[in-house]
């Protein structure tokens, strides 16, 4: 009897270490924003994560899919007859970034094409591709910061 009982404990405690350890592992998982018209659902950035560093226009075509900062200066900002707003690098918007604001987020911004336009600015967000180019929609002012 004495001998089952000392196997048990053998079995036993792998298993208790087992289960404790599983239990003192954290999974982290973050908010994710819906963008409206997109059909995107964003995720937030964890509390604990710093600012993403920022890179440059031309290193945005390299980071389709990824959520990051981009510093560009934009040369050419466009308000469509829709009144969609489009802070391009360039005037031949499919060789440079752009940053799009839907007509329905525009009034958060104030006047976008004064405020950012010719300016250097960082916006973060979700590159994606729109017609082979990259571009990252924003509906929130906090997601542009003006560097000069």
């Given at each position: ?18 289960l404790?350890?599983?239990c ?27 600012t993403?560093t920022c890179?440059?226009?031309?290193e ?6 990824k ?8 040369g ?6 829709k009144?969609n707003v ?14 799009v604001?839907y007509?329905?987020a ?8 004064s405020k ?6 960082r ?13 990252i ?9 003006i560097?000069?």
């Amino acid at each position: 009897m004495k001998l089952l009982k000392g196997n048990t404990i053998v079995f036993i405690l792998p298993l208790l270490a087992l289960l404790l350890i599983g239990c003192t592992q954290s999974t982290s998982t973050s908010p994710s924003t819906s963008i409206p018209s997109t059909g995107y659902t964003v995720p937030s950035r964890p509390y604990d994560t710093p600012t993403p560093t920022c890179i440059s226009s031309q290193e945005s075509w390299n980071n389709i899919g990824k959520y990051a900062c981009v510093e560009y200066h934009v040369g050419y900002p466009f308000k469509s007859s829709k009144g969609n707003v489009f802070l391009n690098e360039r005037s031949d918007y499919k060789n440079g970034f752009s940053t799009v604001i839907y007509a329905y987020a525009t009034s958060s911004f104030g006047d976008p094409i004064s405020k950012y336009g010719y300016k250097t600015i960082r916006v973060t967000g979700l590159i994606k591709t729109y017609e082979g180019h990259p571009e990252i929609i924003v509906n929130n002012p906090a997601n542009i910061v003006i560097v000069r």
